[in-house]
């Protein structure tokens, strides 16, 4: 079935340190690929998106490309701050045919922590 | 603006009481859903509301009452829970691409639940 592999952390990081949270999905279809940051105590938020392949989703200095070739969509950034101590969670949708909205299928989540 | 509001922020209730959530979203997207999260875990879809008709419930216990009184409102209506049922509850909207695309869901901050 679909699904979304990101390692699970926790990753533990020094401020201005390039990072990289790897994440692979399995798909029938043609998804789309996002990922969302959890803040301590905060719902979700959408941080970057792609839908078709070879798109670059960026963010707030966070980037990751879909790649279809190799069923991944890596999240990275080039330095990390302080701020960005949180759960990162990689997720795939599948198109919208015949009521299959619904279908947010999410990795464990990836918990950052970032140190002065 | 891609805003959806949760209240209350924080709900403590017994197990015989009949308590209820809210969600509000001012996006005019016509596709809605419940989630609740556990600690340390990704979001589970519990339901799906399109064009304010359920259109996905995820084997939910009957204690569980979802309501679309309107199309930018959702509710969770709670009876007779359990302790395990303690949780952060999230609410999304997305535009419900019906017929094609992979709809982009934006999450509320959630409701943080303890059935004592």
């Known amino acids: 079935g679909d699904s979304v592999t990101q390692m699970e952390g926790p990753v533990t990081l020094s401020e201005e340190a390039f990072l990289t949270i790897n994440c692979t999905y399995t798909?029938?279809?043609?998804?789309?690929l996002f990922w969302y940051v959890q803040y301590p105590g905060e719902g979700l938020q959408l941080l970057l998106k792609?839908?078709?392949?070879?798109d670059k989703g960026s963010n707030k200095g966070f980037e990751a490309t879909y790649r279809k070739e190799t069923t991944s969509f890596h999240l990275e950034k080039g330095s990390v701050q302080v701020s960005d101590s949180a759960v990162y969670f990689c997720?795939?949708?599948?198109?919208?045919?015949?009521?299959?909205?619904?279908?947010?299928?999410f990795g464990k989540g990836t918990k950052l922590s970032v140190k002065p | 603006d891609t805003e959806v509001t949760q209240t209350p922020k924080h709900l403590v209730m017994g197990m015989t009481n009949k308590k209820s959530l809210k969600c509000e979203q001012h996006?005019?997207?016509?596709?809605m859903y419940w989630y609740k999260q556990k600690a340390k875990k990704p979001p589970e879809l519990m339901f799906v509301?399109?064009?304010?008709?359920?259109?996905i419930n995820e084997s939910v216990p009957s204690r569980f009452s979802p309501e679309c009184p309107n199309s930018s409102l959702l509710n969770l209506h709670l009876h007779a829970l359990q302790p395990e049922d303690s949780a952060l509850y999230l609410c999304?909207?997305?535009?419900?691409?019906?017929?094609?695309?992979?709809?982009?869901?934006?999450f509320g901050p959630g409701t943080r639940l303890t059935v004592l």
């Open positions: 999304a909207s997305s535009q419900d691409l019906a017929g094609g695309g992979a709809d982009t869901q934006y």
């Open positions: 798909a029938t279809g043609y998804p789309s």
């Open positions: 792609a839908t078709k392949a070879d």
């Open positions: 997720a795939l949708s599948l198109p919208n045919y015949g009521g299959s909205q619904g279908n947010l299928i």
């Open positions: 996006m005019g997207h016509r596709a």
């Open positions: 509301y399109s064009y304010e008709k359920l259109s």
